[in-house]
């Protein structure tokens, strides 16, 4: 089974860096992924980890340890348009299984 | 192209009706799957197709069939749904990696509601 654990919400102010923990129990693993999706919309992808380590794309940084199942979301300089949810989600074989979302709200 | 287009955006249906969900993808990919997704919850997997072939399907209802004519497209037909059912029914489509998946493609989503 799947087992994906992400806090609900968190809120943050513009310009600001935050961090989105999601860890995982899989009875596999091909891949961790991170989404975002706006109220409304349908999820678009951010970022993809398949080994240990820091990958960086831009504003956003994701990061995994395979060893501890865990992974985290790097959302830096922080802007109105990034409120929205984050999902992180793990792959096993054709299964993409998604975390419940975190809600990130940015202030001005 | 990277787009994966789902028809219609917006469906209404009484729990007699019978009605088709499309999707339509041109990336060339090999693997197709349909989500669906309840307000403030994460999408849940129904069904996937590899080369065109059923490979999971999650013990989902059959008033829910899925098909895949071509490498293309993927429908979804509905029958004697229920109000339950009213949700928001995502596409995705990826490419076919060793061992997995690749990055999902979504659609922007049916919106169903049955009445």
């Known amino acids: 089974g799947q087992n994906i654990d992400q806090p609900t919400e968190m809120t943050a102010t513009e310009g600001a860096i935050v961090q989105i923990n999601c860890t995982y129990q899989?009875?596999?693993?091909?891949?961790l992924f991170w989404y975002q999706q706006h109220a409304g919309e349908a999820p678009t992808f951010l970022s993809y980890?398949?080994?240990?380590g820091l990958e960086e794309k831009g504003r956003f940084s994701s990061f995994l340890s395979r060893s501890k199942g865990y992974s985290y979301l790097l959302l830096k300089e922080l802007q109105m348009k990034d409120s929205a949810s984050y999902l992180c989600?793990?792959?096993?074989?054709?299964?993409?299984?998604f975390g419940a979302g975190t809600t990130v709200t940015v202030r001005a | 192209d990277t787009e994966v287009t789902q028809t219609p955006k917006h469906l209404v249906m009484g729990m007699t009706n019978k009605k088709s969900l499309k999707c339509e993808q041109h990336?060339?990919?090999?693997?197709m799957y349909w989500y669906k997704q309840k307000a403030k919850k994460p999408p849940e997997l129904m069904f996937v197709?590899?080369?065109?072939?059923?490979?999971i399907n999650e013990s989902v209802p059959s008033r829910f069939s899925p098909e895949c004519p071509n490498s293309s497209l993927l429908n979804l037909h509905l029958h004697a749904l229920q109000p339950e059912d009213s949700a928001l029914y995502l596409c995705?489509?990826?490419?076919?990696?060793?061992?997995?998946?690749?990055?999902?493609?979504f659609g922007e989503g049916s919106r169903l509601t049955v009445l």
């Open positions: 989600a793990v792959s096993n074989d054709y299964k993409l299984s």
């Open positions: 899989t009875s596999g693993f091909n891949g």
């Open positions: 990336m060339g990919h090999r693997a």
């Open positions: 197709y590899s080369y065109e072939k059923l490979s």
């Open positions: 980890n398949v080994l240990d």
């Open positions: 995705a489509s990826s490419q076919i990696h060793r061992g997995g998946t690749g990055e999902l493609f």
